[in-house]
């Protein structure tokens, strides 16, 4: 299994790129900058660093030991399927789960505590995707592959998988101007998930579909205006630091407040100021 990361790397690399072609020649929100606000927050602590601990905590202390105590992997129960079954099974059960459980995160008052840090970027764009509370992660993935494991599935399934998940998920919330007609009742895209980040009222319990955007049409979320958003994010103000992301989610905290205090303030600027100076470095240099 261990040689197929030689292929899903290169693929998943050129979807980045094809991706950030496409936002540059067809923007849905034009003048959206290529390193917009946040965007070293989502790519260093949320797609690189929360990612990499999480796939461990997932795999080696929670599903593992779940299949090692209760044996189900031995038990092979879709083992003989075609990889192509498999693959195709879990995708369309896991997207209808992820729906209903995206559904309740809007409408539950604790749930979306974990999910309010995704819907907190002003700007949207192939990368807005990574920037999900680590807690939210937990529980989706954990869902998502236990049961590739436990039901005995071919090992290939669990990269292939992953593929498809972050390549579809860099894709609707692409900063790009797609028009699919008649493919958006059945495929979801940028068209109906770009409006779910919108900070507009009427869209604030609307398109929770992931990949198939049937699941919307036929549960009646489904929200999709000849108009475009005029604004994204959240109707209040929200923490841009990684950890107090995270925190806002038990408790709710002043970010301005905070960066009264000295020490924090150092921190906070850290990175800013780095960038900076390596700028200048390489300037003078």
Same mark, same amino acid.
Request: no cysteine; net charge positive.
């Given at each position: 299994?261990?040689?197929?990361v030689y292929y899903t790397t ?15 020649? *067809? ?33 080696? !202390? ?7 105590? *209760? ?6 129960? +879709? ?17 209808? !789960? ?36 680590? @807690? #939210? ?5 954990? +869902?998502?592959?236990?049961p590739i494991i436990l039901l005995?599935?071919?090992? +290939? ?14 894709? +609707? ?17 940028? #068209? ?43 109707? !209040? ?21 905070? @960066? ?7 921190? *906070? ?17």
């Open positions: 299994m261990d040689k197929i290169p693929i998943l690399l050129l979807s980045v790129v094809i991706l950030v072609m496409l936002e540059r020649k *067809y923007p849905y929100t034009k003048g959206l900058p290529l390193f917009r606000d946040g965007f070293w927050i989502d790519l260093v602590w949320y797609t690189l660093i929360q990612s990499y601990f999480l796939k461990i905590l997932i795999f080696d !202390y929670i599903i593992l030991p779940i299949d090692q105590h *209760y044996h189900l992997s031995s038990l092979q129960l +879709i083992t003989h399927w075609p990889i192509a079954a498999q693959v195709l099974f879990f995708l369309v059960t896991h997207d209808f !789960y992820i729906y209903w459980f995206h559904r309740w995160q809007h409408h539950s008052k604790w749930l979306w505590r974990t999910h309010e840090a995704h819907h907190s970027g002003t700007e949207v764009d192939w990368l807005s995707g990574s920037r999900s509370h680590s @807690l #939210e992660i937990l529980i989706n993935q954990t +869902i998502e592959f236990a005995g599935a071919n090992p +290939i399934v669990v990269p292939i998988k992953a593929l498809i998940d972050a390549v579809w998920g860099m894709y +609707i919330h692409s900063n790009i101007n797609v028009k699919s007609g008649k493919l958006q009742y059945w495929i979801n895209g940028p #068209e109906m998930h770009q409006w779910h980040h919108a900070e507009h009222k009427e869209v604030y319990y609307s398109n929770f579909s992931t990949k198939l955007a049937i699941w919307d049409w036929l549960f009646g979320t489904a929200y999709l205006p000849d108009t475009k958003p005029l604004r994204f994010g959240l109707p !209040y103000v929200y923490p841009k630091d990684y950890f107090l992301q995270h925190w806002h989610a038990v408790k709710k905290v002043d970010e301005k407040k905070l @960066l009264e205090n000295g020490l924090f303030s150092k921190y *906070y600027y850290l990175r800013p100021n780095l960038m900076k100076w390596m700028r200048r470095k390489v300037k003078t240099d």
